[in-house]
């Protein structure tokens, strides 16, 4: 067959080697709370609901931040057809439930197995797929190409580290890349490695630039304002194992000067809350955990916000955000959410995945990069006490930002032939 050369053979071939181990590795996930029960069978390519009739357009983002992302563009293709969003993992499938449009479905993408691939597709029979990001899997868009599916793949995302890898493989990349109908790149940069590796790849910018500010129920908004008072709030946002401890030891330390701080923290998966009480515990800390519907008191020096969908409402109230998977060789996560919401940025020196957004707003001095904890706590502690140094900072955030948006006007308008092509 046309494009099947012996790389992407062999990937197959390992795809049906590797299949009969699947179940397992799938029933550990489970028990790890990393797959919800009820709707197993999706990860195998059964569907969970009926398609709908007439022209389908199938969205796939990975997990919650690239979910976010794509979010705005929901609506406006659901103008040109039904809208199918597959994501892989719990707290995004929470999310979709919670943002997306109505008319719009939400499903979980199939494990990139032959058997599973075919499922979906018999099923689903897409019109359209866009895979956001960096979400290149093999077997699902070999099989959209084999069913003469266009693909394409929107805000795109290619590290120099993943170049270098795809760039060993051009037997592999290039099959899978250049019978793309699009790709639109976060950045110049980006849209340059893709076009080395055979992708039609243009700039349109980062749709992460134009998602809208988080939302938060004001009632919500109240009830929390009214059990922190007026004590100053360090939010450690989407944090990761190996980064509570740091954390923890960084306010303990700022206590010093500030005894009423309250520090929060949000992990990335809430699923952690158990863990991360348990570790606060054992260091003697007072807190309250808002999983169990608690309330910070004036004794409590820690706040454990181990639910989903809520740092809207956190970023509303917090006087200074330090973005977590920072502190660990996470990669970060996205600073634009905190600012859109007037919230001023700290960060630790780990940002790979968002390496052009954290470079700009450094450009500007709209975020704060620290290197080291003693750095960390020394520029902590200057913005909690300098409320006109916190505005300075979230002023220059906000223009940075403000620079870069349009992505999403101009992404639609890339997309725009293959939306009206019937």
Not at 211 to 228: G, H, N, T
Not at 253 to 278: M, N, S, V, W, Y
Request: hydrophobic share 45%; glycine share 8%; aromatic share 4%.
């Amino acid at each position: 067959m046309s494009g099947r050369t012996l790389p992407l053979v062999l990937y197959r071939l390992a795809s049906h080697a590797v299949a009969p181990g699947v179940p397992l590795l799938f029933r550990t996930r489970l028990k790890r709370g990393k797959e919800d029960p009820a709707r197993i069978g999706e990860r195998f390519g059964k569907a969970g609901l009926p398609r709908p009739a007439g022209r389908l357009i199938w969205l796939h983002a990975a997990s919650v931040g690239e979910t976010m992302s794509i979010l705005p563009l929901v609506p406006p293709l659901g103008e040109h057809g039904s809208v199918l969003l597959t994501t892989g993992t719990v707290t995004s499938a929470t999310l979709a439930a919670q943002r997306l449009p109505k008319g719009a479905i939400h499903q979980f993408v199939p494990v990139d197995l032959p058997g599973p691939v075919s499922r979906f597709f018999h099923h689903w029979q897409p019109d359209l797929a866009l895979f956001c990001e960096s979400e290149i899997w093999p077997n699902l868009i070999m099989e959209a190409h084999r069913r003469r599916v266009p693909v394409g793949i929107i805000n795109g995302r290619m590290s120099d580290r993943s170049f270098r890898r795809w760039s060993r493989l051009p037997s592999l990349s290039r099959p899978l890349l250049a019978p793309l109908a699009l790709l639109t790149g976060q950045s110049d940069a980006d849209a340059q490695r893709f076009r080395a590796l055979g992708a039609p790849a243009s700039s349109p910018g980062n749709l992460k630039f134009d998602v809208p500010p988080l939302p938060f129920d004001e009632a919500a908004k109240a009830a929390l304002a009214q059990a922190i008072g007026t004590r100053p709030v360090l939010l450690a946002a989407s944090t990761h194992p190996g980064e509570e401890e740091q954390i923890i030891a960084l306010a303990k330390g700022l206590t010093h000067t500030l005894p009423e701080l309250l520090t929060i923290i949000a992990p990335r998966h809430p699923q952690r809350g158990e863990a991360i009480a348990a570790l606060l515990a054992s260091e003697g800390t007072a807190s309250a955990r808002r999983s169990l519907g608690e309330e910070p008191q004036p004794g409590h020096a820690f706040y454990l916000a181990d639910t989903l969908g809520e740092l809207g409402l956190l970023f509303s109230l917090s006087t200074l955000v330090l973005m977590g998977g920072s502190l660990v060789a996470h990669g970060g996560h996205n600073p634009i959410e905190p600012i859109k919401l007037d919230c001023p940025v700290v960060s630790g020196p780990h940002v790979a995945n968002f390496h052009d957004i954290y470079a700009d707003l450094a450009a500007a001095r709209g975020v704060v990069i620290a290197p080291d904890a003693e750095r960390l706590h020394r520029h902590v502690l200057a913005l909690l006490t300098d409320a006109e140094a916190r505005a300075q900072l979230g002023t220059r955030g906000r223009e940075a930002i403000a620079r870069h948006e349009g992505a999403l006007k101009r992404t639609l308008e890339a997309l725009r032939p293959w939306l009206e092509k019937r």
